[in-house]
């Protein structure tokens, strides 16, 4: 799109103009993106002779380095050219310099985030913060235990874990590393792994405490994400399987220490594999091997009542004495299929089982060592 063109195409709109400066930075890429989904026109700049960030913009500028002493002019020029009302700088220095020289060479141009560093310091803030409150707090009352991740450790959990996407939220995560202290040595297995949050979870979990290896069961395979509900399936038939499965592997490959494998297949399939001596073997993780009893088992897999009963009768079996079952989507707005099941399972295991509560929409159950 030439100047022209976008200058046009903005008059006629009037939408939000960016410019983006400097434009070849990490930062300034995934803003670029979120940019555009949100219909903003971009401006993309940079001080360098050559820069590969130039063609993913529609517009782009070339400035002198923020000390020239032609930089205000330069800029005031290319904001008046696109008609630019924001600036977003993921540099702290540049961010500073504009934020000082906005008001006089551009007025009204609004600079977003001008703090940039300090909004990712506050960040690790927040994170540090819901650790240390999450680590002091008595979240059931069970003796002995590991020894409990240190703030630092729980914060660097959460910090990893939030750049994956997923419905796996803050509370369940607390529980799930509470629950993992008391948890015996042995495999945990996960039912339903789709992108891999809670996965990574478990692993990082796994890891720090030397339990055992996580094995991830899902088909990710479109005929088994029918669960009975229209706006539901609908949503389903809009994913790529294929690559849901790729992103699963991006997002564990770096944290899995050959400490993860998968199953791709129905879990009734994945159960009859399961037992003392299954390795297996993939590219991504390498080879793994389990010992086919089950410490933590957390069950979020197709949610309608008949497969969730499917994925109970066929994997609780295998939990050693001591272990934790987890019903995910317990609560659950589309259904009562986990519900059953696990209302089912507290009743026909009353015996068996140590301690039980609800945390957001999640069942824990731990069983009696």
């Known amino acids: 799109m030439s100047g022209a063109t976008m200058r046009k195409a903005v008059e006629t709109a009037r939408v939000?103009?960016?410019?983006?400066?400097?434009?070849?930075?990490?930062?300034?890429?995934?803003?670029?993106?979120?940019?555009?989904?949100r219909g903003h026109a971009v401006v993309g700049a940079s001080s360098l002779s050559f820069d590969a960030a130039a063609q993913a913009h529609d517009a782009w500028e070339t400035l002198p380095y923020i000390h020239d002493p032609a930089f205000a002019a330069r800029l005031a020029a290319v904001v008046a050219r696109h008609r630019v009302t924001a600036i977003y700088a993921p540099h702290e220095v540049i961010s500073g310099?504009?934020?000082?020289?906005?008001?006089?060479?551009?007025?009204?141009?609004?600079?977003?985030?001008?703090?940039?560093?300090k909004k990712i310091e506050l960040a690790y803030r927040?994170?540090?913060?819901?650790?240390?409150?999450?680590?002091?707090?008595?979240?059931?009352?069970?003796?002995?235990?590991?020894?409990?991740?240190?703030?630092?450790?729980?914060?660097?959990?959460?910090?990893?874990?939030?750049?994956?996407?997923?419905?796996?939220?803050?509370?369940?995560?607390?529980?799930?590393?509470?629950?993992?202290?008391h948890a015996?040595?042995?495999?945990?297995?996960?039912?339903?792994?789709?992108?891999?949050?809670?996965?990574?979870?478990?692993?990082?979990?796994?890891?720090?405490?030397?339990i055992g290896k996580l094995l991830c069961v899902d088909p990710w395979h479109e005929a088994y994400l029918d669960q009975g509900v229209e706006i539901l399936d609908r949503a389903s038939a809009r994913?790529?399987?294929?690559?849901?499965?790729?992103?699963?592997?991006i997002n564990l490959a770096p944290i899995a220490g050959g400490a993860l494998n998968f199953i791709r297949g129905p879990s009734s399939e994945a159960a009859r594999r399961y037992g003392p001596g299954l390795a297996l073997e993939s590219e991504t993780f390498g080879r793994t091997e389990y010992e086919g009893r089950i410490a933590f088992l957390h069950i979020d897999g197709n949610?309608?009542?008949?497969?969730?009963?499917?994925d109970a009768l066929a994997w609780t079996p295998h939990v050693?004495?001591?272990?934790?079952?987890?019903?995910?989507?317990?609560?659950?707005?589309?259904?009562?299929?986990?519900?059953?099941?696990?209302?089912?399972?507290?009743?026909?295991?009353?015996?068996?089982?140590?301690?039980?509560?609800?945390?957001?929409?999640?069942?824990?159950?731990?069983l009696k060592a």
């Open 16 to 37: 939000e103009v960016v410019l983006i400066f400097p434009a070849g930075l990490p930062d300034s890429q995934k803003f670029r993106a979120e940019a555009k989904a």
């Open 97 to 117: 310099v504009l934020g000082d020289i906005l008001p006089s060479v551009a007025p009204g141009v609004r600079l977003i985030d001008p703090n940039p560093l």
């Open 126 to 181: 927040d994170r540090l913060h819901e650790a240390t409150e999450a680590s002091a707090a008595a979240w059931f009352d069970l003796p002995g235990g590991r020894p409990p991740l240190t703030p630092i450790a729980r914060a660097g959990v959460l910090r990893l874990v939030e750049t994956i996407s997923g419905m796996t939220d803050g509370d369940k995560i607390d529980a799930i590393i509470e629950a993992m202290g």
């Open 184 to 210: 015996p040595d042995g495999d945990l297995v996960e039912i339903g792994s789709w992108w891999g949050r809670s996965a990574a979870v478990l692993v990082l979990l796994a890891r720090y405490w030397g």
């Open 239 to 249: 994913m790529d399987n294929d690559f849901a499965h790729a992103i699963f592997q």
């Open 303 to 310: 949610h309608t009542y008949e497969n969730a009963k499917a």
């Open 320 to 366: 050693k004495p001591g272990g934790w079952i987890v019903f995910d989507d317990y609560v659950w707005a589309f259904g009562d299929g986990p519900r059953r099941v696990g209302d089912e399972f507290l009743a026909s295991e009353a015996e068996r089982i140590a301690l039980s509560f609800v945390i957001g929409t999640a069942l824990f159950v731990k």
